[in-house]
């Protein structure tokens, strides 16, 4: 069984960093890639970044590109977001998610294993 664990989230001013991490537990060769979401109350979970485990291939929501970075260290089983810039359209619960299949997804509904959300506030 996946299990994954974020943290890293917290409050800070318009501008300033934060970097999320997410541990995996449980990894099968199967888990393709690593996804960020996003969720504020009311609205879907919304696509942040993606990263193959295989290659580091890296994908980003319009929103955060050029802000956030997305990476992963394979020897630790952990992905990263970096996240830079902030700005209080950033405010939400952030979540790392695990996704079996050979192409990544900006869809929600298609990744497997979740973690239980880290808050990130930025005030203005």
């Known amino acids: 069984q996946v299990q994954l664990v974020e943290s890293g989230g917290g409050l800070v001013q318009a501008g300033s960093s934060l970097r999320l991490s997410c541990a995996v537990s449980?990894?099968?060769?199967?888990?393709?890639?690593m996804g960020w979401f996003r969720q504020t109350p009311g609205k879907e979970r919304e696509f942040v970044a993606a990263?193959?485990?295989?290659?580091?291939?890296?994908y980003y929501a319009d929103s955060v590109k050029g802000r956030f970075t997305i990476a992963r260290d394979v020897a630790k089983n952990t992905v990263y977001l970096q996240m830079t810039g902030l700005k209080p359209g950033d405010t939400a619960v952030y979540y790392c998610?695990?996704?079996?299949?050979?192409?990544?997804?900006?869809?929600?509904?298609?990744?497997?294993?979740w973690g239980q959300g880290t808050q990130v506030t930025v005030s203005s």
């Open positions: 998610a695990a996704r079996s299949g050979w192409d990544y997804s900006k869809d929600f509904r298609l990744y497997d294993y």
């Open positions: 449980g990894r099968s060769f199967n888990n393709n890639f």
């Open positions: 990263i193959s485990w295989a290659g580091g291939f890296t």
